[in-house]
């Protein structure tokens, strides 16, 4: 065997622009792990504005994380940055199914969750977070359980998100669940199915990927809310 040129390129792994305290982030952080990738991870500060640096617009315009790099290309908007990494990357298709309708029922939460849930919790940690806010505004915690009622029906019979099998919902869904607490309590009594999810997900095999970065999200939401 003769040691070619290719061979002795190295191979770059995808870039993923990111901060882990962001469950939108940490969706893209399980899907890495399983699938058994090797990202590389880039910090972006956004208290230091570093996502509307001109080098960071220039791979996304709409200057959100996590933002991922492939071979030059940019892609933006973690729903899409998971499908991209199942379909170029994943040995199966079991996190994102070929069946239409089982693609249908992950696609119905991922458009839920970042059409509907991600902005109704955005609004009331955002502010917090970014803003220098000191208080969390009743109404928007008022809608914020009004999802979760939707979310407690849509996941009623089910193990996972989408049906009987982890898939790319529920990678959407945990990192937001896992850290709502600090603005919404979830009452087991109230939200059986929601919180029994919760207690599956962590025994996941990955699930400290996620513990990690909500440790983080909670440290400075209570440290921004409380300073």
């Known amino acids: 065997y003769t040691l070619?040129?290719?061979d002795a390129l190295p191979i770059l792994a995808p870039k993923l622009y990111m901060?882990?305290?962001s469950a939108v982030v940490r969706s893209s952080l399980l899907t890495e792990a399983a699938l058994g990738l090797k990202l590389e991870h880039v910090e972006v500060n956004?208290?230091?504005r570093e996502h509307i640096s001109p080098e960071f617009l220039k791979l996304n315009p709409a200057h959100t994380l996590p933002t991922l790099v492939d071979e030059g290309k940019a892609i933006f908007e973690s729903g899409a940055i998971n499908i991209y990494l199942v379909e170029k990357y994943g040995k199966d298709?079991?996190?994102y199914p070929d069946d239409p309708y089982e693609k249908a029922l992950v696609n119905q939460i991922l458009l839920y969750v970042s059409g509907v849930v991600f902005p109704t919790a955005a609004r009331i940690i955002r502010p917090v977070m970014l803003e220098n806010a000191k208080t969390i505004n009743p109404e928007g915690v008022e809608a914020l359980r009004k999802v979760?009622?939707?979310i407690e029906?849509?996941?009623d019979g089910r193990v996972w998100a989408a049906g009987k099998n982890v898939t790319l919902a529920d990678f959407s869904l945990i990192p937001i669940i896992s850290g709502i607490d600090v603005v919404l309590k979830l009452e087991e009594s109230k939200f059986?199915?929601?919180t029994s999810y919760l207690k599956r997900a962590k025994e996941l095999p990955y699930y400290h990927i996620n513990k990690k970065g909500d440790d983080l999200f909670r440290q400075i939401f209570l440290h921004q809310l409380n300073s």
């Open 148 to 150: 979760f009622e939707c």
């Open 46 to 48: 956004m208290g230091n």
């Open 153 to 155: 029906k849509m996941i």
């Open 93 to 95: 298709k079991s996190l």
């Open 19 to 21: 901060h882990e305290s």
């Open 4 to 6: 070619s040129l290719h």
């Open 192 to 194: 059986p199915n929601v």
